[in-house]
């Protein structure tokens, strides 16, 4: 059974970058088609990104497009999310899951919303954005 663990969260200065990491267990990541969430105190998930099987599909939500970016390294079985310019508003929580569905942006809602009621999110890692 597949088991991703979230990482690379740190407080940051507004302007700095920080790369965050998914690390996939219990099975091969290469089968997954792969999102990245997060929560931000008091509100619901908010989709950030999402990246195909194979690296060819990559979707971004409108908030981060231009400054995150997506990838994966299927050998080490990680996915990446690689933020710069980071503002106080990306501060919140960052979890990654398995889509259910290809990688676009429908796929990641409905996974939120499906882990959010039925499943459980992982423990994910804390982006602090702060001067």
């Known amino acids: 059974q597949l088991q991703l663990v979230e990482s690379g969260g740190a407080l940051v200065q507004p302007g700095e970058s920080l790369r965050l990491s998914c690390a996939a267990s219990?099975?091969?990541?290469?089968?997954?088609?792969i999102g990245w969430f997060r929560q931000a105190p008091g509100k619901e998930h908010e989709v950030v990104s999402c990246?195909?099987?194979?690296?060819?599909?990559?979707k971004y939500a409108d908030s981060v497009k231009g400054r995150f970016t997506i990838s994966r390294d299927n050998a080490k079985n990680t996915v990446y999310l690689q933020s710069s310019s980071l503002k106080p508003e990306d501060a919140a929580v960052y979890y990654c899951?398995?889509?259910?569905?290809?990688?676009?942006?429908?796929?990641?809602?409905?996974?939120?919303?499906?882990?959010?009621?039925?499943?459980?999110w992982g423990q994910g890692t804390q982006v602090t954005v702060s001067s």
């Open positions: 990246i195909s099987s194979s690296g060819a599909v990559i």
């Open positions: 219990g099975s091969s990541l290469d089968h997954y088609a």
């Open positions: 899951a398995a889509l259910f569905g290809p990688c676009n942006i429908e796929a990641l809602r409905n996974t939120a919303q499906t882990i959010t009621k039925f499943g459980s």
